[in-house]
């Protein structure tokens, strides 16, 4: 098992590789080049630049997280064989660099959706939390507006350019099932797995978050059943995903120890974090102990040792503490902490 810590980029991170570097068994950084816009070729220059200054500071750059999928591919729209040329122009180049897992996702218009990104917890610490009813009931573009008049806007997965032509987007989306957008993941991996297994990459699908469909929009990396489906479309080691506890886990009936041991070898990349889910169907990010949440962390440990994992892990969404300044969920201290945690119960289970 190699440990890993997202790091958002020089310039673009209250957290410092220095920061990270005192933090016991970090491995590798987990990267992307945040400015560039999904369906663009990555210029090398870039590429080499993070390269330079994570060895400076002792990590490799094996993980990135993520290369986005333009929306045309999701669409299925003609447009997308030239985004998908360029994806796998950037596959080449990260082999070449010596990137080993490249995490992306499949969810149409939205990357992660929360209604609170700093809701305060027992303690006086803030995590962030999702009230079901208020999406359920909320227009999209009203949420987009509040999340983006908020100054602490940086989250990934919401760039402003993603976010410009929301209606045009939604009504791109109107006639697509969640079949046409199986289909479309197929046509993008059939198209790109071949290239992956030329250069050593693995690709790791992270899941929906949250794992249901939202504003009417097509959600499929939600299930044991889904994902499963979504190996078997391009049956290759290089067709992988990243199991995110906290994503899968924000909906009780997903069995995430289950899965561990049925993907174990197509599960390049873990992320092991914990959400408490309340019976209203709402969710809030927790510390990453399992007594915190609902989330199984140390059956989902001892699962990942059983199946002799030796993939990459981090831990992800972390509660903002100690009065820290951060980007949402992605904070030095309660992610160390976690790190920490996941680490204690790794190493006893190496006894
Ligand atoms: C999130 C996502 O749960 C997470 O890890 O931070 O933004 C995630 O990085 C993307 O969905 C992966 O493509
Ligand atoms: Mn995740």
Redesign the pocket.
């Known amino acids: 098992m190699k440990m890993g810590f997202r790091w958002y980029g020089e310039g673009n991170d209250s957290v410092t590789l220095n920061h990270i570097k005192q933090i016991p068994g970090v491995e590798t950084i987990v990267w992307s080049l945040h400015d560039v816009p999904a369906g663009e070729e990555w210029p090398m220059e870039k590429i080499l630049e993070v390269k330079k200054q994570a060895e400076q500071s002792g990590f490799t750059i094996d993980v990135v997280e993520s290369v986005n999928v333009h929306e045309d591919i999701k669409l299925g729209l003609p447009s997308r064989d030239v985004y998908i040329e360029n994806y796998k122009r950037t596959i080449k180049k990260l082999g070449k660099a010596g990137v080993k897992v490249i995490c992306y996702n499949f969810m149409p218009v939205f990357d992660w959706i929360r209604t609170d990104l700093f809701k305060e917890l027992e303690d006086g610490s803030t995590a962030m939390f999702y009230e079901k009813a208020e999406v359920d009931q909320i227009d999209p573009i009203v949420l987009v507006q509040r999340i983006a008049d908020n100054p602490n806007y940086t989250m990934s997965g919401w760039e402003p350019e993603r976010l410009e032509n929301l209606t045009k987007l939604f009504n791109a989306y109107k006639d697509i099932k969640e079949e046409d957008l199986m289909n479309n993941l197929r046509y993008f991996l059939e198209a790109i797995i071949p290239v992956c297994e030329e250069n050593a990459i693995k690709m790791a699908i992270?899941p929906d978050?949250p794992p249901w469909p939202i504003f009417g929009l097509p959600r499929i990396i939600t299930s044991q059943e889904n994902i499963r489906r979504v190996l078997q479309l391009v049956d290759s080691p290089s067709n992988g995903v990243?199991l995110?506890s906290?994503?899968l886990g924000a909906n009780p009936n997903n069995d995430i120890v289950n899965m561990i041991r049925e993907f174990a070898d197509r599960i390049p990349f873990a992320?092991v974090r914990n959400v408490r889910v309340y019976e209203n169907g709402d969710f809030i990010e927790t510390s990453h102990r399992a007594q915190d949440g609902t989330v199984d962390m140390v059956g989902i440990m001892k699962a990942y040792h059983e199946s002799g994992f030796n993939g990459y892990i981090r831990p992800?969404h972390g509660r903002h503490i100690w009065d820290e300044k951060c980007r949402p969920g992605y904070g030095l201290y309660d992610r160390a902490l976690g790190i920490m945690y996941l680490l204690g119960i790794w190493d006893s289970l190496e006894q």
Do not use: I, R
């Open positions: 992270h978050d990243t995110c906290g994503s992320h992800d």
